[in-house]
């Protein structure tokens, strides 16, 4: 007998020492364990599949992007590496701003214009060498005018020399996942006396997907930048006038940015974002044929997610989505909690299927803490991430069980493995007969 409890008691602590592996929720319609690719490049590379082109838009590539989630509406061509013009210069405020954020530089800042930010050419405000001007003021002549030569000068301001500042521009577009984007200056002017390959595949060049995840990343992360963007007409402290130079605006008065560009390899390009209630787009056109079918394709795609698309709340913040097993905890379960709201914008007619998928770590075991991430939660349409995934928080704390308690489960549960068996054994007899 003394063998026998022995043997058993040897079983019970292996018993304890095996880890408990939460599985996926059974509620939700599709789960996977693994990470999607598209959380791992900003969640915008991977789209759901989409119905034939109705927009024909008359442009060699295009985006429609939800800045809320993320969620891309429409694409055309939009991983194609094009020339962007001074849509660069959205990458360009978004560099500036974090700066701003950071400490580095502020809106006070005298900027002093260089021998470099003078020569400048394209479109400028003229400034002369050794003139100063506030950031904010510079900072202006980018966001309504797309001055070249208040560019140059506020990259020198920021980071000591504009090549230094290209870095950085590069530095964020990798942060950001992009992977059609270069930067060769802060203008996307086309020196192509300094950088011969300007204008080539190898050169400066963006892709219309990039320049709505950066475009996202400013409105989003810094909307106080929609105050100057939104501008109509502002002059500069030497007099030099500037009318904005995306006429969008002077039609559409829910249009409040972003970025227009135009070169003749770029041909008429923009990157525009307006709000419908509470409702904001980004769209991003790039190679239209003239500056009035800029506006007519730009407002075609925005008109299209206004239209047909919104956005609703499919879980709240601190809605309870899922109770997972504990390993070795006093509680052998614990509450999972959304961390935030989880948005997605789905289409008003109802067409398509919206998955809610629910990912747990492989292993949770006790302690944990309240608020501890153990796992997320997010939405597929056609098999792909749609939108942002929100994290999964412990609702509480779980303490780690002690010896006898563990010792005392591990015999309870081997017992009622044991005799489940057995009674599974028998009705299996009687079932045959």
Same mark, same amino acid.
Request: aromatic residues 6%.
């Given at each position: 007998?003394?063998?026998?409890?022995?043997?058993?008691?040897?079983?019970?602590?292996?018993?304890?020492?095996?880890?408990?592996?939460?599985?996926?929720?059974?509620?939700?319609?599709?789960?996977?364990?693994?990470?999607?690719?598209?959380?791992?490049?900003?969640?915008?590379?991977?789209?759901?599949?989409?119905?034939?082109?109705?927009?024909?838009?008359?442009?060699?590539?295009?985006?429609?992007?939800?800045?809320?989630?993320?969620?891309?509406?429409?694409?055309?061509?939009?991983?194609?590496?094009?020339?962007?013009?001074?849509?660069?210069?959205?990458?360009?405020?978004?560099?500036?701003?974090?700066?701003? !954020?950071?400490?580095?530089?502020?809106?006070?800042?005298?900027?002093?214009?260089?021998?470099?930010?003078?020569?400048?050419?394209?479109?400028?405000?003229?400034?002369?060498?050794?003139?100063?001007?506030?950031?904010?003021?510079?900072?202006?002549?980018?966001?309504?005018?797309?001055?070249?030569?208040?560019?140059?000068?506020?990259?020198?301001?920021?980071?000591?020399?504009?090549?230094?500042?290209?870095?950085?521009?590069?530095?964020?577009?990798?942060?950001?996942?992009?992977?059609?984007?270069?930067?060769?200056?802060?203008?996307?002017?086309?020196?192509?006396?300094?950088?011969?390959?300007?204008?080539?595949?190898?050169?400066?060049?963006?892709?219309?997907?990039?320049?709505?995840?950066?475009?996202?990343?400013?409105?989003?992360?810094?909307?106080?930048?929609?105050?100057?963007?939104?501008?109509?007409?502002?002059?500069?402290?030497?007099?030099?006038?500037?009318?904005?130079?995306?006429?969008?605006?002077?039609?559409?008065?829910?249009?409040?940015?972003?970025?227009?560009?135009?070169?003749?390899?770029?041909?008429?390009?923009?990157?525009?974002?307006?709000?419908?209630?509470?409702?904001?787009?980004?769209?991003?056109?790039?190679?239209?044929?003239?500056?009035?079918?800029?506006?007519?394709?730009?407002?075609?795609?925005?008109?299209?997610?206004?239209?047909?698309?919104?956005?609703?709340?499919?879980?709240?913040?601190?809605?309870?989505?899922?109770?997972?097993?504990?390993?070795?905890?006093?509680?052998? !379960?614990?509450?999972?909690?959304?961390?935030?709201?989880?948005?997605?914008?789905?289409?008003?007619?109802?067409?398509?299927?919206?998955?809610?998928?629910?990912?747990?770590?492989?292993?949770?075991?006790?302690?944990?803490?309240?608020?501890?991430?153990?796992?997320?939660?997010?939405?597929?349409?056609?098999?792909?991430?749609?939108?942002?995934?929100?994290?999964?928080?412990?609702?509480?704390?779980?303490?780690?069980?002690?010896?006898?308690?563990?010792?005392?489960?591990?015999?309870?549960?081997?017992?009622?493995?044991?005799?489940?068996?057995?009674?599974?054994?028998?009705?299996?007899?009687?079932?045959?007969?």
């Amino acid at each position: 007998m003394k063998r026998i409890i022995h043997i058993l008691l040897i079983v019970v602590l292996f018993t304890m020492n095996l880890p408990t592996t939460s599985v996926l929720g059974s509620q939700t319609s599709e789960t996977t364990e693994s990470t999607p690719e598209s959380e791992a490049n900003g969640n915008t590379t991977q789209q759901p599949t989409q119905e034939v082109d109705a927009l024909n838009l008359q442009v060699r590539s295009a985006v429609l992007m939800d800045v809320d989630t993320g969620q891309v509406l429409y694409s055309k061509n939009d991983q194609i590496s094009l020339p962007p013009a001074s849509v660069t210069k959205v990458m360009t405020m978004l560099v500036i701003m974090e700066a701003i !954020e950071k400490g580095i530089v502020s809106w006070d800042d005298m900027v002093t214009t260089s021998e470099k930010a003078h020569s400048m050419t394209g479109s400028q405000v003229f400034l002369a060498i050794g003139e100063k001007a506030t950031l904010k003021q510079m900072f202006e002549a980018i966001a309504v005018y797309s001055a070249n030569d208040a560019a140059v000068a506020l990259a020198e301001h920021v980071a000591g020399s504009e090549d230094l500042f290209v870095n950085l521009m590069n530095e964020k577009a990798q942060e950001l996942g992009l992977r059609n984007t270069r930067y060769l200056n802060a203008t996307g002017f086309p020196y192509t006396d300094r950088f011969p390959n300007f204008n080539e595949p190898s050169g400066h060049t963006m892709s219309a997907m990039d320049i709505a995840v950066i475009s996202r990343e400013l409105v989003s992360k810094y909307p106080d930048v929609l105050e100057h963007t939104r501008k109509t007409f502002a002059t500069f402290q030497n007099g030099v006038n500037m009318p904005t130079r995306n006429n969008i605006m002077l039609r559409n008065d829910w249009i409040d940015g972003l970025k227009t560009g135009f070169t003749d390899q770029a041909q008429y390009c923009l990157s525009a974002t307006g709000e419908k209630n509470g409702f904001r787009l980004v769209s991003v056109i790039l190679g239209a044929a003239n500056d009035r079918a800029r506006q007519d394709e730009t407002l075609k795609l925005l008109n299209f997610g206004f239209n047909n698309y919104e956005r609703q709340t499919m879980i709240r913040g601190k809605e309870e989505v899922k109770v997972v097993k504990v390993d070795k905890g006093k509680e052998r !379960e614990v509450a999972l909690l959304a961390a935030q709201n989880l948005n997605i914008v789905v289409d008003k007619e109802g067409k398509h299927t919206y998955n809610q998928v629910i990912e747990i770590n492989e292993s949770i075991v006790a302690p944990i803490l309240a608020n501890t991430v153990l796992g997320r939660v997010y939405y597929e349409r056609d098999g792909v991430m749609i939108g942002e995934p929100v994290s999964l928080v412990a609702k509480e704390d779980v303490e780690k069980a002690g010896f006898l308690r563990l010792l005392g489960r591990g015999i309870k549960d081997t017992f009622v493995g044991i005799f489940e068996g057995i009674a599974d054994k028998i009705l299996g007899i009687f079932s045959k007969e």
